[in-house]
């Protein structure tokens, strides 16, 4: 095991063996059964990308059929707490049970997913109905957590995907741990990953991804990360960030936001925009720069990305999270061509202060240039024009209840058309959510 990777078990071993510097966790258990929690949530969720200008990678125009797809799920959660002691233990069960809508017959967007054919994951009709999950155990001593089972994962290098009707599942084992005050430390071991759209509890072929990191709070202003990512045979990754929080007011502040990775991928890793022949040489830097001013219920942000290597910053393929790209430049598309440079402009306004409590609305655009297409060009462009409405319930029998529509405008030139990235496309996502608690 790489010394970085001992390094960082070792801590978290000894984190859980000294004295904490805080209030322990596990002191305040209180039980497996009285600190249990219970949720579903039901999603009605409907995605459509109406392909406007589909050019295949050998220049030829292609007749693209419907891509809606309509579902309706419930995702459920069964967590208990830990028991009382020393070392506290715990189990839960994740999960989904969903069904299509309709007649749609579609996939290929991360909704629904295919039968098994002809020993072919994925190739053959869309299910009526599908159910997925598992369960974890769980174990608690002072401020250190450790989990086995599926998770949902939320680490910059390895993210699962929420962003469709149902989540991303990855199977292993996670320790967090809070032993200092203001200091997170997480390392953990992942051997199955599940996308979305896929039955196989393992649809994606993960060998083995490792990770580490850890998060620091200098105070209520400041905060700083680092992760890393070992998976077997297809990548190394490392993510930092920076977020700094300047208050001008009562009422008004600026935030500054670095984010960078650095990814190198072995040979039998899959990359989508390579611009090097040399498949053990592929390599990778994406950062980006933001700044967002904050006054009242409305908020600006300015933002700038750039990509460096001899390939693009591509996630997702390689079992290795379909959302690792904690970056601000990321709708529908993530900007993420080689070599490209490109720039953001977001609005965001809570109408709380204009007498409706729950409506929030973000709209931004996006153009990026500079992109490498392998033999094509050094210098295509893209642009997105996004926005999103949501509104919550704020109070009754329906509080929490959510609609969000969301919308895309995306545009490319002919140099990065649908061969190379995604392709002129207008895309709808609309979720209608309904959480209800067990216990």
């Avoid at 490209?340 to 996006?366: P, R």
């Avoid at 995604?422 to 959480?435: A, F, K, S, V």
Wanted: no cysteine; hydrophobic share 35%; charged share 20%.
């Amino acid at each position: 095991m790489p010394k970085a990777k001992k390094l960082t078990l070792a801590v978290l071993i000894n984190a859980a063996l000294i004295s904490s510097t805080y209030a322990s966790e596990q002191s305040e258990a209180k039980g497996f059964v009285e600190d249990a929690s219970g949720t579903v949530l039901f999603r009605t969720g409907y995605l459509s990308r109406d392909k406007k200008n589909y050019i295949d990678q050998n220049g030829q125009e292609k007749v693209v059929k419907d891509t809606s797809s309509y579902a309706q799920t419930a995702m459920v959660k069964l967590d208990s707490g830990f028991t009382q002691g020393v070392v506290g233990f715990g189990a839960g069960i994740i999960g989904d049970a969903s069904f299509k809508l309709g007649s749609n017959n579609n996939a290929g967007n991360g909704m629904i997913p295919r039968e098994r054919l002809n020993g072919k994951d994925g190739a053959g009709d869309v299910y009526d109905h599908w159910a997925r999950g598992g369960g974890y155990v769980k174990a608690r001593i002072s401020n250190t957590t450790v989990s086995y089972g599926t998770h949902v994962l939320d680490i910059p290098v390895l993210a699962s995907n929420t962003a469709r009707l149902v989540p991303e599942y990855f199977e292993g084992v996670l320790a967090t741990s809070r032993e200092i005050d203001g200091l997170e430390l997480t390392a953990g071991k992942f051997t199955k990953d599940q996308y979305s759209d896929q039955i196989n509890t393992d649809g994606r072929r993960l060998d083995r991804a490792v990770v580490w990191g850890a998060k620091y709070k200098f105070d209520e202003n400041l905060t700083t990360s680092y992760f890393g990512l070992d998976s077997k045979n297809k990548l190394d990754r490392h993510y930092i960030n920076a977020n700094y929080k300047q208050p001008l007011d009562q009422s008004s502040a600026l935030t500054y936001d670095l984010s960078a990775y650095h990814t190198k991928w072995d040979e039998k890793a899959s990359t989508y925009s390579s611009t090097t022949d040399d498949l053990s040489n592929r390599k990778n830097t994406i950062w980006a720069l933001s700044t967002t001013y904050n006054t009242g219920p409305h908020s600006v942000m300015l933002a700038y990305q750039q990509n460096n290597g001899n390939t693009g910053y591509d996630y997702g393929e390689n079992a290795d999270g379909a959302q690792s790209i904690y970056l601000p430049n990321s709708y529908l598309s993530d900007f993420i061509g080689n070599s490209e440079k490109s720039a953001q402009l977001q609005y965001n306004v809570d109408f709380s202060n204009y007498g409706i409590a729950g409506l929030n609305w973000t709209t931004a655009f996006v153009y990026g240039w500079d992109i490498k297409v392998k033999n094509v060009t050094d210098n295509a462009q893209e642009r997105e024009f996004f926005n999103q409405v949501k509104y919550t319930v704020q109070s009754g029998f329906a509080k929490d209840a959510s609609l969000r529509l969301r919308h895309s405008y995306y545009r490319a030139s002919d140099a990065y058309q649908a061969g190379n990235y995604i392709g002129d496309t207008n895309e709808w996502r609309i979720w209608l959510d309904i959480p209800v608690k067990f216990f």
